[in-house]
C-alpha cells in the first residue's frame, strides 16, 4: 500500500492495516522456517509496508496532540 493511501485512512484504520502487515509478516516467516516461501522478497516489503504504516501513524497521533 502507498504512503499517499496510508495518509487518507485515520488512526483506528491504521493500527488495524499495521495489525494485519503483522500478522502476514509473521507468517511469511513461518513459511520461510519451513522452507515454504518462494518469494523472500516478501519479507523485506511486508517490513518495509510495516514501518511505513507506523512512521504515519505516529505523524498522526503527534498532529493530534
Known amino acids: 500500500m502507498k504512503s499517499a493511501e496510508l495518509r487518507q485512512k485515520d488512526v483506528a484504520a491504521l ?3 499495521i495489525k494485519s502487515l503483522q500478522k502476514a509478516h509473521f507468517n511469511l516467516r513461518m513459511q520461510k522456517a519451513t522452507q515454504q516461501l518462494g518469494n523472500t522478497a516478501a519479507l ?4 518495509r509496508a510495516i514501518a511505513r504504516a507506523k512512521t504515519i501513524l505516529a505523524e498522526k497521533q503527534a498532529a493530534g496532540q
Do not use: C, D, H
Not at 44 to 47: G, K, L, S
Open 44 to 47: 523485506r516489503q511486508t517490513r
Open 15 to 17: 493500527q488495524a492495516e
